[in-house]
């Protein structure tokens, strides 16, 4: 019984009340079940909608329906320049320079266009290196591209897997590749957070390895960014790109981001896919015939501001400024920690089987946990969801959970160990 003393609800309440850095959980919308908030463990598929999100969107409605056009110059934040609003939010989250990321496109739309500037194949040096098991879109988007430039796939995509009876990659393993065929190699691709296992690779590591092989790096941060610190710049990454409709709270399909490193950006050399709002902005409505680069990350950027679904964005994102990425984080590691010694105790005391296999250094790892639940199907996660709890099954046998600081409680995760609790019952 004491095991599960640290899960009793009024001790959670307890911890909820005197943290350091309290849930901003009335900020948002939290779906219901039974009458009470679900316990919502799916922040890195779908967060939650920000209770601010309706009066932003209805404020960009507005100022449509009072000035049309004219929006673009009078709306309470201009139209025309409303991509600016992103900037210093999304500098102080990914650690780069203002002018060193973009708010634009969706996920794999960006990671193609960075793609198209930083995949440049070049005689040997021909190959992508790329983790196992990469998120789908990714294994397509990297895929397509080595075919569009005349390559297969089977030969010019080398991936890097955990070692046997292991789910987490070795950074020594990346670096060994690199070093035996670096010359090959023209682009190291990988997740920051691995989608499925949760680890968080080493990137500043595996940037310099891969710069030391003459390749160059780039990241997909869908589960990185707004779960675990980043410093994009300092750590001499060449590319990323991720999506902020996860940990970035910004709603289905939201306005996606973009990092190019500031060596790049003025760089004439490096090819590009243009549009009129990469033109500098000063003449962009001069309507000239050619090019003129604004310089920045900007330049990738082609098409005029989706402003309704940016409206949800930089509300969202400021958030994260308020909170502030640092007491984030320190939160996070202690949510997780706790809702992993909570699952421990009940495996324990069930005689139960489950396997976390997301690395148990919670520096390699942001806020998800995978658990593998040997012996139990798909039906452990139906139970758990008859029992209000959102959490999500990957096949063959993952459930992926993620407590988010934002929004998740220890009162959250004390629901849960007692629900995991009932779930796995010796029968
Ligand atoms: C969520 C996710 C995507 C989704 O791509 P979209 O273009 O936003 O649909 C792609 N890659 C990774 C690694 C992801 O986690």
Redesign the pocket.
């Known amino acids: 019984m004491e095991t599960f003393a640290p899960y009793e609800l009024a001790h959670a309440q307890q911890l909820d009340a005197t943290d350091a850095l309290p849930a901003r959980r009335g900020d948002f919308h939290v779906p219901q079940h039974a009458g009470s908030d679900v316990v919502y463990f799916t922040g890195n598929?779908l967060g939650l909608q920000p209770e601010a999100a309706e009066a932003a969107l209805r404020t960009e409605l507005n100022d449509w329906a009072e000035h049309g056009v004219e929006g673009h110059f009078r709306a309470q934040h201009p139209w025309v320049s409303y991509h600016e609003r992103f900037a210093q939010g999304l500098s102080h989250l990914v650690g780069a320079k203002a002018n060193e990321v973009v708010a634009m496109n969706?996920?794999?739309?960006?990671?193609h266009l960075l793609l198209v500037s930083f995949y440049r194949p070049s005689g040997k040096r021909s190959k992508i290196l790329c983790e196992a098991k990469?998120?789908?879109?990714?294994q397509y988007a990297l895929a397509s591209q080595v075919r569009f430039h005349g390559g297969d796939p089977a030969v010019d995509i080398i991936e890097v897997a955990p070692r046997e009876g292991s789910s987490v990659i070795e950074e020594a393993d990346i670096e060994a590749i690199l070093r035996d065929r670096g010359d090959e190699i023209a682009l190291v691709m990988m997740?920051g957070v691995q989608?499925f296992t949760g680890q968080w690779l080493d990137m500043p590591r595996i940037t310099a390895a891969a710069h030391a092989a003459g390749a160059l790096c780039g990241f997909?941060l869908?589960?990185a960014v707004g779960n675990v610190p980043l410093d994009l710049h300092a750590w001499n990454v060449d590319f990323a790109c991720w999506?902020t409709?996860?940990y970035l709270n910004s709603g289905p399909?939201a306005v996606?981001g973009a990092f190019v490193h500031e060596r790049h950006v003025g760089d004439d050399a490096v090819p590009r896919f243009e549009g009129w709002w990469g033109h500098n902005a000063k003449r962009r409505f001069l309507m000239e015939p050619q090019f003129d680069s604004m310089g920045t990350a900007e330049a990738w950027q082609m098409s005029n501001a989706p402003v309704f679904n940016m409206a949800i964005h930089a509300i969202a994102l400021e958030q994260f400024t308020a909170a502030g990425m640092a007491a984030l984080r320190a939160k996070s590691l202690r949510l997780t920690a706790y809702l992993e010694a909570g699952i421990a105790a009940v495996a324990k005391h069930n005689g139960a089987r489950l396997e976390v296999i997301t690395p148990a250094n919670p520096a390699r790892r942001g806020c998800q946990l995978s658990l593998v639940a040997h012996g139990f199907g798909q039906e452990l996660f139906q139970a758990l969801t008859d029992a209000g709890v959102v959490v999500d099954w990957r096949e063959p046998n993952v459930i992926r959970m993620a407590p988010v600081p934002m929004y998740n409680t220890f009162e959250d995760i004390a629901r849960f160990v007692h629900i995991l609790k009932s779930a796995t019952q010796p029968h």
């Open positions: 598929s969706a996920l794999t739309v960006n990671l990469a998120f789908p879109s990714d997740g989608y997909d869908a589960h999506c409709y996860k399909g996606a």
